[in-house]
């Protein structure tokens, strides 16, 4: 049977993405490499508003279940200063939750696969996408392996990207820049700390910044932000580069003391790149594979399934009317950038690129 959507990635954008179109009828295989459970390099963290999606997408229960409550945010300036935000009504505004959360990625992961799956959506675990199917003006599908190392082309009216950072699909079509942001985060996990009020932290000493986000008790998400130049000649060893930068940061050095890294240490970078608008119809790019900025507000995991729910609406639109062209889609294009762009201003700001 030809599937009317081909969701290449199962992470949160593409499991959510999956997840809203099957609820709406739609035939969605979705494709991943990996096998799931599978650990990912992230800082785990849901902002106040994930929740509203995750309620729509019907797992919300289940990762309250697996998730640590964060009250606010503490942010560590580099003359010692802290200012702490709680997460509370502001004026107008009222979140859908007065806290964030905190969880694995390999459990979140999980919870959103397992949905799909319950939904009628083909998941195909050990699915590695090789190629775009390219026909004129439009794609219609993808190449691919199995699990068994056979050849797959797969065909459908629409394809949406969802295969993160390093996507095939965007690479194929060309559509991936690279960004004047050089940075590179190096991840791991502490234990025997403590639990630091309920709040996640922020440690900032230019040109570098920390994050700790508990998820577990007494074990916490650490993850370190530094310029591509500086982590780049101790590629072979970044254990030793990560211990000495973190004794060169005086007040997460304190945090610190006491507490063992219990996780090696894992590194992504460059952080920072853009993704042009596809030249093509037939095809949605979300989540990381539509670009990506820098980690510090946390929301990367919220964009993801925030750009699902746009993207979901958009091919629901275009299915409908069987008009999936460049033109009928860049709809979701607008939105995207309506839904982001502020926040990708204050990021800038705040980072000294405006």
């Not at 050089?182 to 996990?189: E, F, G, I, N, S």
């Not at 063992?260 to 460059?270: D, E, F, I, S, Y």
């Not at 990381?288 to 995991?301: L, S």
Request: with cysteine.
């Amino acid at each position: 049977m030809t599937p009317d959507v081909i969701v290449v990635g199962a992470g949160p954008a593409g499991a959510a993405t999956a997840i809203l179109l099957a609820e709406q009828g739609l035939r969605v295989v979705a494709l991943d490499r990996a096998r799931f459970p599978r650990p990912r390099i992230c800082g785990e963290y849901l902002s106040p508003e994930a929740p509203r999606l995750l309620d729509r997408l019907g797992v919300l229960k289940a990762v309250d279940a697996a998730a640590t409550p964060l009250g606010g945010m503490r942010i560590t300036a580099p003359d010692g200063t802290r200012l702490t935000g709680a997460y509370r009504p502001v004026g107008a505004y009222r979140p859908y939750r007065e806290h964030a959360l905190a969880i694995p990625r390999a459990a979140l992961d999980a919870l959103l696969v397992e949905r799909a799956r319950a939904l009628g959506v083909d998941v195909r675990e050990e699915t590695r996408v090789t190629d775009v199917a390219v026909e004129g003006a439009r794609v219609t599908g993808v190449e691919a392996v199995d699990r068994d190392r056979r050849a797959l082309s797969l065909r459908a009216p629409l394809v949406v990207a969802a295969d993160g950072r390093a996507s095939v699909v965007a690479g194929r079509l060309g559509l991936r820049r690279p960004h004047r942001l050089r940075r590179m985060a190096l991840v791991t996990y502490v234990e025997g700390l403590d639990d630091g009020a309920g709040l996640g932290e922020i440690f900032v000493d230019p040109p570098d910044y920390s994050i700790l986000n508990p998820v577990a008790p007494g074990r916490a998400n650490l993850s370190l932000v530094v310029p591509l130049a500086h982590a780049a000649p101790w590629s072979a060893r970044l254990e030793a580069f990560f211990a000495a930068r973190v004794r060169q940061l005086p007040h997460l050095a304190r945090r610190l003391a006491g507490a063992t890294r219990v996780a090696p240490v894992q590194a992504l970078g460059p952080l920072a790149y853009t993704v042009a608008p596809p030249r093509h119809g037939g095809v949605l790019l979300v989540g990381d594979a539509a670009g990506f900025y820098d980690p510090f507000t946390g929301e990367g995991i919220f964009t993801a399934l925030r750009s699902a729910e746009l993207a979901a609406e958009a091919a629901r639109r275009a299915l409908e009317r069987g008009d999936c062209s460049r033109e009928a889609l860049a709809g979701f294009g607008r939105a995207r950038h309506a839904a982001f762009a502020g926040k990708a201003r204050l990021t800038g700001a705040l980072l000294g690129l405006r």
